[in-house]
């Protein structure tokens, strides 16, 4: 496809369970940001990605996040023991330059239950 | 702390009215970009300003950036219903992510 694709779009998950979101960047872009969106707010930067390592870790929450990217293309975000306050939509974007412009998927709709 | 803070949080205009919103940052950037979201779900870039431009256009858009008040603003000419959205600035301040603030939710009324 042309765009970015996140899978799934939706996700309802009890709390305590581990889950895994997928995003699929626009090939050939090396740079893959990770985003939180809570409802009616902002966004938040998790984590991002220069080919296949993570030069800047800096805003995951917490040691219950990782991510990981292999083959400088499709990235996963793993949220081990998930907690109610892990709801949110959560965005991935990719760019050709590290100076942008981001082009975004429309995101995982996460509630934890 | 934020880097990016739109202003007003919310905006609400009659169609074919002109509506403005603007960004503050506090660090030196490389560039500013502007982005639209509807529905809460993926953000559409619109337009990308370089540190060393003053203005830019693109269609209905015009954006300026005044790099010594650290601040940009995003003008959307003769507005339309179908420009309600939520609009966001970000700001890449040569670091290795793009910093959004919370974003500005305009609402044009038929």
């Known amino acids: 496809g042309a765009g970015v694709s996140q899978s799934p779009s939706n996700k309802v998950t009890e709390k305590g369970k581990d889950v895994e979101l997928r995003c699929d960047p626009i090939s050939g872009h090396t740079a893959l940001y990770w985003y939180r969106q809570s409802l009616g707010q902002g966004l938040e930067f998790l984590i991002y990605?220069?080919?296949?390592?993570?030069?800047?870790k800096s805003g995951l929450p917490s040691d219950r996040f990782s991510a990981e990217r292999t083959g400088g293309s499709v990235s996963t975000l793993t949220i081990q023991r998930t907690q109610q306050e892990d709801s949110a939509v959560y965005l991935c974007?990719?760019?050709?330059?590290?100076?942008?412009?981001?082009?975004f998927g429309n995101g995982t709709r996460l509630t934890v239950t | 702390s934020q880097q990016g803070e739109e202003d007003p949080q919310a905006l609400s205009i009659q169609e074919g009215e002109n509506a403005t919103m603007n960004c503050s940052y506090k660090t030196s950037i490389n560039n500013l970009q502007w982005y639209r979201q509807n529905s809460g779900r993926g953000l559409v870039h619109l337009i990308l300003?370089?540190?060393?431009?003053r203005e830019k256009h693109s269609g209905r858009l015009r954006v300026t950036l005044d790099t010594s008040k650290k601040s940009s603003s995003l003008l959307i000419t003769a507005s339309r219903a179908a420009d309600t959205a939520s609009y966001f600035c970000?700001?890449?301040?040569?670091?290795?992510?793009?910093?959004f603030g919370p974003g500005t939710r305009l609402s044009v009324l038929p």
């Open positions: 990605f220069q080919g296949n390592s993570a030069p800047d």
């Open positions: 300003i370089r540190s060393n431009e």
């Open positions: 970000a700001t890449d301040d040569y670091g290795q992510n793009f910093v």
């Open positions: 974007a990719s760019s050709s330059l590290s100076t942008g412009p981001l082009h």
